[in-house]
């Protein structure tokens, strides 16, 4: 499109419960907003559409059936007919009959991606009523593009069905959440700013003006004090583009006035923050990095191994799966290579649930596609209209499910960690938690895989460099294992679950986990959960009476944790377990402590396999009164504190 006439296009994606929203939505746009809108619904192939005509008793716009090379013009509206798809060029509606049988499933996000690189900040992305997760995708394109974006909240008119708004909202790429019969307001508000990054830019081009230096340098520091994260090393263009696509939100006319609105907003830094952020997850992206991961790691990792052996990899932060197919493809590629390969598994975490159903729905549009080599597109995706579904071989290698890196236990004997562009992110005290978590995780030996702006920092004693320029790292091995990070909610194994696993229900049980897990802490006595080597995996609250670390380098060993006076008795109680898996216990087990002997009772009871396949055994302290024949214990234990005494003095 011609930079002399551009206009704004607002493509508008609604499913089920739309109609009543696309009313509510058009009633209050202006005849002369000079925007142009294209609706996108999910419409059954088989089924005559009348949106045209209900639309038109709504709104004085200029309402059409998007047609083939149909060119798109302001104050009009254009609806996607059924049984196509719909994509834009140069300002050109683009028509894609479906084949019978074939419906497009994401209809919202191959519009709004291709919306996105065709109209740059000048798309706009509105998701109104509907079900499902269709869109996300799209915003981010348009977000990644300098483009805005607006959900249906659910104050006011909420939306009969929640899933696409809610999608949208929870990626935290929605620019303004607001009632249906307040968008056409919050359009008309920001139509002004919509191009002043453009138009900022080629304002200084002309005139030759360097950015201002000074207010650059004080949103660097705002955002250093304020946030924790440097910037200064950014890309000064990309910075330069994101500050000035947050001054067309606000209203801001310069860098001055936007460090002075920065000064007086204080949530304003965390949203800048955000949007330097943005960084869609494609495909291959960051191509060197692939291709030193694809050379230098992915061969090491089959060293070695068997078809008995596993291969484990772990991607936390996951988001829509694009870095997980993409570590499964490079997979799949060296598997076909050779005979006898492992059982590989692709552990793929996130916190959003919304993001993970893209993933495991594994369908991207074509214009997400740019980071896939044409080899590559042909061998593992299909095309199925306008959409690229990854192929069985490569999905079945992924296993998706929520989970937290900094509140829920971290997976154990993992080969290789792909944790890229999840750590910036972080504050300082979760960077601190998540790095040994990572390193915990890791086999030594194990590889782990960082984005471009992120480094181990001061956690080089855990990783060696293996390709700095790509931030591949290896872990060290360290001798002792690293000590357990705590966790916020306690125990809480990643449930892992099949697409088509009945979300109710796995809400249900994570409430019913959390719930346990908090009474456990409150009235159950203090225990652990260690595997069959005796390590540590999960401590309760109130186990520091029992347990205390050991000088030297940190273990999760229970026997080199445990008080001296309980060692015997866990490790013949462990044992009994072990061989004989069933309970065992130890009663009236007298130790001393501050200066006086306390008794307690242990109990080792076998546990269903965890996460990995392992055993696993939970044991618990019971403090007991002193029995009628404690005399000896406290006798004995009398002596051998006069026997440590005699011992440090010499």
């Known amino acids: 499109m011609a930079s002399d006439s551009r206009f704004p296009i607002v493509g508008v994606g609604a499913s089920a419960g739309g109609l009543r929203a696309l009313e509510q939505f058009f009633q209050a746009v202006p005849a002369d907003l000079g925007m142009a809108f294209v609706i996108i619904t999910h419409l059954a192939p088989d089924r005559e559409s009348f949106l045209t005509d209900i639309l038109a008793r709504h709104t004085s716009l200029n309402v059409h059936v998007a047609r083939e090379g149909q060119k798109v013009e302001p104050n009009s509206i254009y609806v996607l007919p059924p049984n196509a798809s719909l994509t834009i060029e140069g300002g050109t509606l683009r028509l894609h009959q479906i084949e019978p049988g074939h419906a497009e499933r994401s209809p919202v996000d191959v519009f709004f991606s291709s919306l996105a690189q065709d109209c740059g900040e000048y798309a706009v992305g509105v998701v109104l009523s509907g079900s499902g997760s ?11 593009h300098g483009g805005l974006v607006l959900a249906q909240s659910s104050d006011g008119t909420k939306p009969s069905f929640t899933g696409m708004p809610d999608s949208a909202i929870a990626s935290g790429l929605v620019d303004f959440a607001v009632p249906v019969e307040d968008m056409a307001a919050k359009l008309s508000e920001n139509r002004r700013s919509i191009g002043l990054v453009d138009a900022l830019a080629e304002r200084g081009a002309a005139q030759g003006d360097p950015p201002d230096a000074k207010s650059i340098e004080m949103l660097y520091a705002m955002l250093r004090s304020q946030l924790g994260h440097d910037f200064s090393g950014y890309k000064k263009r ?73 291969l484990r990899i772990w991607v936390p932060g ?37 993001a993970l159903s893209v993933a495991r729905a594994a369908r991207y549009p074509s214009a997400l596609m740019k980071g896939v080599s044409p080899e590559r597109r042909e061998r593992f995706f299909t095309n199925n209209s306008g959409s690229f579904v990854v192929v069985r071989s490569v999905r079945d290698l992924c296993v998706f499910s929520v989970h937290s890196i900094l509140r829920d236990p971290p997976f154990s004997r993992i080969d290789m960690i792909s944790c890229r562009n999840l750590l910036i992110y972080f504050g300082a005290n979760a960077q601190r938690q998540a790095l040994p978590t990572l ?34 790292f290896q872990a060290r091995d360290i001798g002792a294992p690293a000590h357990m990070p705590t966790f916020v909610n306690g125990l809480r194994p990643a449930p892992f679950v099949s697409p088509r696993s009945d979300h109710v229900a796995a809400g249900c049980m994570v409430a019913r986990q959390s719930a346990e897990a908090r009474i456990a802490d409150r009235f159950g006595p203090p225990h652990v959960i260690v595997n069959e080597d005796g390590d540590i995996i999960h401590y309760s609250a109130r186990t520091a009476k029992y347990l205390e670390a050991p000088y030297g380098a940190p273990t999760r060993q229970l026997l080199t944790l445990a008080r001296k006076e309980l060692r015997l008795d866990l490790r013949s109680a462990l044992r009994e377990a072990i061989e004989t898996r069933r309970a065992a216990t130890r009663d009236n087990i007298a130790f001393e402590t501050d200066h006086h002997v306390e008794h307690v009772s242990i109990s080792v009871e076998p546990l269903t396999g965890g996460a990995d396949g392992r055993a696993t055994f939970l044991i618990a302290f019971e403090e007991k009164a002193p029995s009628k024949g404690v005399g000896r214990c406290e006798r004995s234990a009398s002596a051998a504190r006069v026997r440590r005494r005699i011992a440090d003095r010499n």
Not at 135 to 143: C, F, M, N, T, Y
Not at 264 to 284: A, G, K, Y
Not at 328 to 337: P, Q, V
Not at 446 to 469: D, Q, Y
């Open 134 to 144: 269709d869109g996300v995708l799209g915003i981010k394109a348009i977000k990644e």
């Open 238 to 310: 990309t910075f330069i583009r994101r500050v000035h696509r947050r001054m067309q939100i606000n209203h801001c006319d310069s860098l001055q006035s936007y460090v002075a609105f920065l000064q007086r907003d204080h949530d304003e830094p965390t949203r800048l923050f955000r949007d330097l952020l943005i960084n869609v997850t494609s495909f291959f992206r960051d191509t060197e990095a692939f291709d030193a991961l694809e050379k230098v790691v992915i061969p090491r990792l089959f060293e070695g191994r068997g078809a008995a052996d596993t």
């Open 318 to 354: 996951c988001s829509t799966g694009e870095e997980v197919y993409s570590i499964a493809i490079l997979l799949r590629e060296h598997m076909d290579k050779i005979t006898g390969s492992p059982r590989v598994t692709v552990f793929a975490t996130d916190i959003d649930e919304h």
């Open 439 to 472: 390193h915990y995780a890791l086999r030594p030996g194990g590889f782990l895989f960082l984005g471009k702006a992120e480094t181990i920092g001061r956690f080089s004693e855990l990783f060696a460099p293996v390709n700095k320029t790509s931030c591949i």
